[in-house]
Structure formats: C-alpha cells, structure tokens
C-alpha cells in the first residue's frame, strides 16, 4: 500500500515569511494529491490539490508543486498571516486501492504576528 | 462542509458498551469513509465503502463495524472489542468517478467514561 511521510512535523515562522511543507510517497500509482488544513478541534478542509498530470498549481497564496520522479510534492504558503497557523496534511490517493487516501501525519504552522 | 452531517459531537462509552456515530450526507457521493485522529496525530482510515450494500476494511478496521444501508448513510459501531477508543473521528465522502477531493463533517468526539 501506500505510504506518506510528511516534513516538517512543527513549523514556526514569522509573520510575512514564507512556508515550505514537503511529502514523499511510496507508490507510483498514486495520481491526486490534495492538502487539507485543520484548525483546532475542527474538520480538515481542503486547501489545494494537485493531480499527477500537472507538475504545479497555484492558488494565491498557496502552490503546490509535484515531482513525480522523486515522488514528492510541496505546500508553499507566501506572505504568512496569523490565520494561515494550523495543521496541514497532505495526502496520496492510489487508483489501484480504490481511491482512499493516505494522509500525512501532520506539520503544525506557526505563524509568529 | 454542510453537506456532511456527523451526530453527535461529543460521545462517551461505558466499559464493554458498543456505541455508534451517525454519518449522513446529502451530497449524491458514492464512496463515504471514516477516520480516527488521535491527539497530535494524522487521520487513519477505519472503513470505507464505495457503493451501497459494500464495505472494505481500512488500516485499523479491528474493533470497529460499519454498514452502508443507503447511499446518505454510513454509520461507526464501536464495539466493546475497541480498548482504545478515545479518538476524534471524522466522516468523508467523495464522487466515485474522478479524482475529486473528499469532504469531512465536523467529528465526532469519543470519550470513556
């Protein structure tokens, strides 16, 4: 199956400073790639995604960037704000398992005012 | 999202009681799946189902049932078997076809008394 490994695990940075999450996964097979923010005792809500026929996405703050060959991809926030703090997940979908995800174990942001 | 409905947001299990979360969406999605995050942690994959009267076993499936009855429906048992029940546990769904993202509901907080 697959397996995803998610880096940094906490993340402190200034207000205005940018951020880099970084993910690798194991199968080849995977072909989405979405990433999920998750406040404090709330839902996951999906912030980004990417699919494996795209190697980069970006939605004004946020990008995503995909290398398929290294299999890894990123979750790039600009110009951080207070409210960007959070846990970020990111995820694989692999078509051959019938479309679950495996996420992340999680990297907790921090955004310094 | 308001489309997926979790009941109720806080739970509490007596020793050797089953309890069951309710999952309901009304957002036409075949596939429904349920997670459990632990405190600090990423979310693993319990069950899931992909089409009604249909099922699969996730990652940590022991000590937890499932039934999809109706497309809308996809109740948690956790049954007396599960000795760490103590969890946050979100409901997702997603369309079947495509690489479309899923989307949670607001958890469901599982507690021993």
């Known amino acids: 199956g697959e397996n995803v490994e998610q880096h940094p695990s906490t993340l402190s940075v200034q207000e205005g400073d940018s951020a880099v999450i970084k993910c690798t996964y194991s199968d080849s097979a995977s072909n989405y790639f979405p990433w999920y923010k998750q406040e404090l005792g709330k839902r996951p809500q999906l912030i980004i995604d990417?699919?494996?026929?795209?190697g980069e996405k970006k939605d004004q703050r946020i990008a995503v960037t995909l290398n398929k060959t290294a299999k890894h991809f990123s979750l790039h926030i600009t110009e951080t704000q207070p409210e960007d703090s959070a846990v970020y997940f990111c995820?694989?979908?692999?078509?051959?398992?019938?479309?679950?995800?495996?996420f992340g174990t999680g990297t907790r942001l921090a955004v310094r005012p | 999202d308001g489309g997926i409905t979790q009941s109720p947001k806080y739970l509490f299990r007596k020793e050797g009681q089953n309890v069951t979360l309710s999952c309901e969406q009304n957002l036409n999605h075949d596939a429904m799946y349920w997670y459990r995050q632990d405190p600090g942690q990423g979310l693993r994959l319990i069950y899931y189902s992909q089409i009604v009267n249909d099922f699969q076993k996730g990652d940590i499936a022991e000590g937890y049932s499932v039934s999809r009855e109706k497309k809308e429906s996809f109740p948690l048992t956790v049954t007396s078997a599960q000795k760490n029940p103590t969890a946050f546990y979100l409901c997702?769904?997603?369309?079947?076809?495509?690489?479309?993202?899923?989307?949670f509901g607001d958890g469901t907080r599982l507690s021993i008394l």
């Open positions: 997702a769904s997603n369309p079947e076809r495509g690489n479309q993202p899923q989307h």
């Open positions: 990417i699919r494996s026929n795209v």
């Open positions: 995820a694989a979908r692999e078509k051959s398992s019938g479309d679950k995800l495996t």
